[in-house]
């Protein structure tokens, strides 16, 4: 008992002795570079609802890095999030909550944040594992496709994200999306504007009436692209992923003869190819297309 005490005196002390700079860093990486990263991110995704060419071409794009995409990924999103993510559970499980100082911050509002902090820890979790698979490990990634995950492929973007949504009846991963996504918003949207307190920036009622104006403003543009992110990603059906695999492949053949796309099959959908193939019985594609061999994309 006295060992667990002295354990969270000297946590609590570390971060009494720190807390300016802690409390700084936790709210710059919320605003940069994760919330800068999802502001383009939804955006990108945004961009299917217009057409498949625009987001493959956008996926291109963020997949030209080749090699060092990793190290990006890592450096710049994966690290940042677990960093803010781990502090902001530590900081709410020790109630060192920053609203009790400024009076004239909605507790509500504070309670909210921990709340959707705390879905959108659960709902990038499972996103990530859905889509990205975390580590593009080859035996890793051939594991956790039988269980429903890895399943984005680059340079088949639109046709693997909307069969990724369709699976478990295409019910269950729509509103998984849903309430992570506006989980996020709010997060965000909110976070900024008590980031504003935490540097200093609206202190006077005046100004946190502005900050309130312009945050909620930001908010219900951020809503109307992540629900056009979403609507792009769950309204496509079952059917028109096979017409939305030949445009991506016309792209994929064309940027490869053209020297715009680096060659590179680990990141078409074989797997989804071969699933389609095996189902519609044509087994000379199911065997090209192998599933079982499909390395993952890097
Ligand atoms: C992954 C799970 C996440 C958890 C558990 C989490 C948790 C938290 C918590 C508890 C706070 C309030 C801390 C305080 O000031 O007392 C907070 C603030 C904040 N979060 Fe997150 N967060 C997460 C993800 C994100 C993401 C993805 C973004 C950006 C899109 C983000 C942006 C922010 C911002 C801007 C703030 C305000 C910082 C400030 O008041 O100075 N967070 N987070
Ligand atoms: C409907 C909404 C969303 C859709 C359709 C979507 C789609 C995607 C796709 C297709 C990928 C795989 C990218 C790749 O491997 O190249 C991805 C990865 C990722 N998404 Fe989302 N996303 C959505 C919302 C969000 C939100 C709100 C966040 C919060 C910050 C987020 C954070 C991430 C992260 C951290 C990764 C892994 C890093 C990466 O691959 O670049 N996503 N998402």
Redesign the pocket.
Known sequence: MSDSNSDSNSELSFFTKHEFAIRRLHSLTGIVP?GL??CV??TT?ASLLGSVEIFQRA?FL??SPGPLLPLI?WGG??LP?LFHAGLGIWIAKTGRSNSSQYQFTSNKRYSWQRWTGFI?LVY?FL??MH??GGIHAEGWMNAIYKVGFGR?S?YN?GSS?VDAMNLGYGIIWPAI?LV??LA??YHFVNGLWTAGITWGLWISPKAQARATKVCVALGLVLTVI?LA??A??VFPGKEDVAEMRAIEDRMYDAGVVAGTVPENEHKRDLRGRAAAAEESGDAADGEQASAGTAEPAS
């Open positions: 994760l990263y999802m991110h939804l995704n996926v963020i997949h990924e999103i994966f999030l959108a990038l996103h990530v889509l990205h984005f680059p973007a994200l999306y992570g996504v996020c918003v992540s992110a979403w792009g990603a």
